[in-house]
């Protein structure tokens, strides 16, 4: 039996009947050439044969006292979370994804598990799909990539046990006498001091934010600076997935042109996206939009849990210029990045609760609200650089499906893979309209950033 962490138990409350809190990702795989024509039929009952799972794969939630934790089901049915189905001929991309978007917007049963493995057959080409889903109380964007990949090989020939079969990874719980109740008190005791030490650092960097802000600092971002737009509405509970790799070569080749990262050119990519798309809707607001970045504060390799903050970024979509734009993202960024290398873990997730915490409270109080702390979510989640395989079908692209809620209706994540930056988009299907045409902008927006390697003569 283990407690919740405050985190996680975040993630469960604020769950609803609108917006469902997993996280997912969909998996195109192709098979061997030599794959008979009942291949995924025997990788479904082979997948079924790993019934016993590992933690946190065998434990449900369970409340107690007002407090959740995780315990270990003892009536665990692996049927209830290994599911086989079909696409209707002719197995299209967009069918595919149509199944994801009514998928996704289902809520994981608590009486279980919180996770399930769809199997998808049918897709064009001879391809399957996979669509893994997993509840965020369970994993962050970042475990749940290394649960995916845990279960990868390099080598086609070799087939591992799904990931819930195989150990996991990361800090080793205390065992003996330090699993006992003074063992727990003893953990407690720790994390009270950690705490304690934490805070003024905490305060000490969010006075120095707001003094920068009051100076006009041009690379800082308050957690209220975000402008209510269209992407900032009550949601609905239907979805719109939709996805599209982007060449990573391209945008690596920019980025050392320009001198900037690769994340530098994901954003300005989005910005520009955003700000075509919000212009052909006349609904471009006049103040920058403003992006939550998730940032791993991981620093082991554990596969389950939270251990996210996020910083705040400049998207410059008020600027007509990519130049312009692409500077004041870099700056925006590396702001962030040289305030996070002073401070700890504990700390930096401390000081962006405490900096987001005015505009967040507004999200939630009013139904279309100004000075937010951001306008959505961007996360760009690390992958394999080498091409891989799953249960001997090679992968040909790994795209996150993640999370909207009420007063953010879009969400863009992305997973870096090989030569691919696999694109996986996230809206409300009744709050966006014309949403879909956001694929197309990301590709004009990484042809700005080309086009500006040309400009300058890089």
Known sequence: MRRLTSLDSGFLFLEKRNQPLHVAFLTVLRPPPDAPQDFTRKMVERLCTYGVPLPPFNQRLERRLGAGYWVEDPEFDIHQHVVHLSLPQPGRIRDLLAMVSRMHASHLDRAYPLWRLYVIEGLEGGRIATYSKVHHAVADGVAGARLMLKSMSTDPEQVLPPTWA???????????????????????????????????????ELRQTWH????????????????????????????????????????????????????????????????????GLGALPGRPLIAGVPLSTRRDHSESGNQIAFMLVNLGTHLPDPADRLALIRCSVDHNKQRFLRMKPAEILGYSVGLMAPGLMRMLAVQRPQSLAFNLVISNVPGQRSTLYWQGCEVEAMYPVSVVVD?????????SRADGLDFGLIACRRTLPQVLRLLEYLEMGLQEIEALVERTGA
């Open 212 to 279: 920068e802000s009051r100076s006009g600092h041009p690379d800082v971002v308050t957690g209220a600076a975000a402008p209510g737009c269209i992407l900032n509405q009550p949601i609905s509970a239907s979805r719109r997935f939709f996805a599209q790799t982007y060449s990573q070569t391209r945008a690596k080749r920019a980025a050392r042109a320009l001198g900037c990262t690769v994340n530098d050119v994901v954003l300005a990519m989005c910005a520009s996206a955003l700000r075509q798309y919000l212009l």
């Open 407 to 415: 007063g953010m209706a879009l969400n863009i994540s992305l997973t």
């Open 166 to 204: 195989l150990p996991p990874r990361g800090r080793r719980h205390a065992t003996g006498l330090l699993s006992a109740p003074a063992g727990r008190l003893a953990r407690l005791a720790s994390g009270v001091r950690a705490g304690a030490d934490s805070l003024p650092v905490i305060a000490r």
